[in-house]
């Protein structure tokens, strides 16, 4: 077996430029603001986000790979302040204390060191990845990994531990669970490279857990699934033919097989515990829903639609804002395009989760020359008057965008959406504040940060704790 060795991270397109990891941590008070910071906005927003701790050994595999590090900028009357943390896991910190990498990356299983660099405890295991979001819940704030177990955050950051939800949830989670805004629960969903292959869980708006892992039938092999969509009645997952083969990763090929000839199933669990619904579909791939609601006996289903698993899986690949309308009780499945053009990372009002929605914001691609994960635009979907918005100064690069309801207020067009961007000429990023009235005449307020956030992945927005 050859030796991986350190990559050099100047050629890689997602360790470079705008996607270049930043290793210092810092904690900044008064960042300089242009414009004005709305007087009702007072929270914290935090995106969790990949950010390798040293060059990574073999390969990087962009978005999946990778130290977790969160950037949070918090608002109180007006003022800013900046604090970032790398998400130390055990991994994370014996390679800290040996001064460069110790793991391979997804590409590299079966290669985990030995108990001679890393101990018995941590030899043999593959290296915890919680760089893909974060969400509190229960006041729990949680690093989230692809599959695999969060880990605790305290409330400045530091890394508390591996989070197993009182040992109920042993195999741990995806990064997308969906908090019902309507009962306080979070549902959740985890994939794996054994039997049972998915699965589904509930946990309480008290941090318990109230629907025991419970496995979902009909799927008979180990299937990739990055997010999920909620209703009141249903959990809703999309498993589309993007197969672990763990045999070809262990001959040093890709852990991942795309079989479009197998078509894509979309599951309609009902939450009641009541029999799986399947739905069948040519073959897509979504890395992202924006949400789904019950609408006369059908479910309703937004999302961003891919003719492949663009970064993962090369050749082609068509991408657009589309809808699903599924019949749970014929199977039936129609799909329509709501907005035809390179776009990703939907977000709605999260308190419309399983609701019907008033507004998508999303990532755009507009000049058609960043890369992949890189979005130089943002746009807003309305489906009631089926109108698009765009707003993209030239220069900019911009990840996801969150919406930040104003306190009080239940209508979406009285808050703002709130994004971290790059100046790619300056390197440096700031936080956009924009009117969701009006979010395509730009921000209402730009902070200054005092580092380059790099681009990718998700975050959230906490409001203060009354």
Request: aromatic share 8%; with cysteine; proline share 11%.
């Amino acid at each position: 077996m050859s030796i991986l060795t350190p990559i050099d991270m100047s050629t890689d397109p997602h360790l470079s430029e705008a996607f270049a990891p930043v290793i210092d941590e810092v904690d900044v008070p008064d960042l300089p603001v242009e414009g004005e910071l709305p007087a009702e906005l007072a929270g914290d927003y935090i995106r969790n986000g990949p950010n390798p701790r040293f060059a990574p050994l073999g390969a990087y595999i962009y978005p999946l790979d990778g130290d977790g590090m969160l950037h949070r900028v918090r608002i109180r009357d007006g003022r800013a302040r900046y604090t970032n943390r790398f998400v130390r896991t055990p991994a994370l910190v014996a390679e800290e204390a040996h001064g460069r990498a110790l793991w391979p990356g997804i590409s590299g299983f079966g290669r985990e060191p030995g108990a001679d660099l890393v101990g018995p405890a941590l030899a043999g295991t593959t290296k915890d990845l919680p760089g893909i979001n974060v969400v509190r819940h229960a006041g729990r704030l949680l690093a989230l990994a692809e599959s695999n177990n969060p880990f605790l955050m305290s409330p400045e950051l530091a890394t508390v531990g591996r989070e197993t939800f009182g040992g109920t949830l042993p195999a741990g989670i995806t990064a997308h669970p969906k908090i019902d805004p309507a009962s306080g629960e979070m549902v959740v969903f985890c994939y794996g490279v054994e039997p049972p292959f998915l699965t589904w869980a509930v946990i309480g708006p008290d941090g318990v857990t109230t629907r025991p892992v419970s496995p979902v039938p009909g799927v008979e092999r180990p299937v990739m699934i990055h997010d999920m969509a909620l209703t009141a009645r249903y959990v809703v997952l999309v498993v589309a033919p993007f197969y672990f083969d763990i045999g070809a990763a262990m001959r040093g090929g890709s852990p991942l097989s795309w079989e479009p000839e197998h078509g894509t199933r979309i599951a309609l669990i009902p939450r009641d515990g009541g029999p799986v619904r399947w739905c069948d579909q040519e073959a897509f791939w979504l890395w992202h829903t924006a949400n789904a609601y019950d609408r006369e006996g059908t479910v309703v289903l937004d999302f961003v639609r891919w003719s492949r698993p663009g970064g993962l899986v090369p050749g082609p690949n068509v991408g657009s804002l589309s809808r699903l309308e599924l019949d749970p009780d014929t199977g039936r499945a129609t799909q329509r395009v709501l907005v035809e053009r390179p776009m990703e990372l939907p977000r709605i009002d999260d308190r419309a989760i399983a609701g019907e929605h008033g507004v998508v914001g999303v990532s755009l691609r507009l000049s058609g020359t960043t890369r992949y994960g890189e979005g130089d635009g943002l746009g807003w979907y309305r489906p009631a008057t089926d109108r698009f918005e765009v707003w993209g100064p030239s220069g900019l690069s911009m990840g996801e965008q969150v919406f930040v309801p104003r306190p009080g207020d239940p209508d979406p067009d009285h808050g703002w959406w709130v994004a971290y961007a790059t100046d790619r000429a300056e390197g440096t990023s700031s936080l956009l504040v924009l009117p969701a009235a009006d979010p395509s005449h730009g921000p209402v307020a730009r902070v200054r940060l005092p580092r380059r956030v790099p681009l990718g992945l998700h975050g959230s927005w906490l409001p203060t704790r009354e």
